[in-house]
């Protein structure tokens, strides 16, 4: 079944979510974010669903970022898009069923963001994780808030200030990603593991996912909606998305 650009499956008891704009690595286009939001709607719908399971159309990016083919700097477009992406980003935490983010290439940006919103990690050993978003004068909007929780602060503030990538490896050292997996094997392992999951009861890992999200999208999340879009005002902003675009290095003047 096609929801906008996603494809949804019905496995059973497992929905499969693939994010299908290889052509643009699966950026979080407005297809995208209302496919996701679709499927996360019909796998609460359908009590038969017990997991959820998203991944990458291609074998080069699970999702490398937000869609900023068509970004403009008016005050307004930017409050607007802040405001629709990071609740979308939050979803998969809110989701009452549990959510395994099969990692298969490039998590970038907002992709790295909505593979930390579920509940799993499972990584090919071809993925590469990061925040890149300081390239373009700007920070994460969402994992700002949630980083340095599953890295500690040092790690979470190195990842943001430099925006350099990470290895599947090292994202499993550092407690993103529960494993790593040979790249054929990524869908096989994470099927596996959803199963296991579906086979528990369904009430008492409900409430395993409520307790231990207990507390997020608090006052911090309001705090990133307000503060963030203040970011895309800035010279060095305008500069970095338009050099992006450009394929050149940016000129920060500060």
Known sequence: MRL?????????????????????????????????LESLAKIEADDEI??????????????????????????EF????????????????????PLIAAVNGLALGGG???????????????AKFGVPEIQLGLLPGFAIVRLHEIVGR??????????????????????IALRVVPH??????????????????????????????RGLGGDEMLYAQDAFPFLFLTDDTQEGVTAFREKRKPKFKD
Not at 87 to 93: G, K
Not at 163 to 173: V, W, Y
Request: proline letters at 5%; a positive charge; hydrophobic letters at 40%.
């Open 50 to 75: 017990r997991v959820g399971v998203i991944t990458g159309s291609g074998d080069k990016a699970f999702c490398a970022g937000a869609d900023i083919s068509g970004f403009n700097f008016e005050p």
């Open 154 to 175: 040092p790690k979470a503030k190195e990842m943001s200030i430099l925006g350099e990538p990470i290895s599947a490896e090292e994202a499993c050292r550092l407690g």
């Open 4 to 36: 906008g650009s996603v494809n949804f499956e019905k496995k059973g008891k497992i929905a499969l979510i693939t994010l299908d704009e290889p052509s643009k690595l699966n950026a979080l286009s407005a297809g995208i974010r209302q496919g996701v």
């Open 78 to 97: 930017v409050r607007k898009f802040i405001r629709n992406v990071l609740p979308f980003l939050q979803a998969p935490e809110k989701c009452t069923k």
């Open 112 to 126: 790295f963001e909505l593979a930390i919103s579920c509940d799993f990690v499972i990584s090919s050993d071809r």
């Open 184 to 213: 054929d094997k990524l869908m096989e392992e994470a099927m596996a593991f959803a199963e296991k999951i579906a086979s528990k009861p369904r009430m008492a890992v409900s409430l395993a996912k409520s307790a231990y999200n």
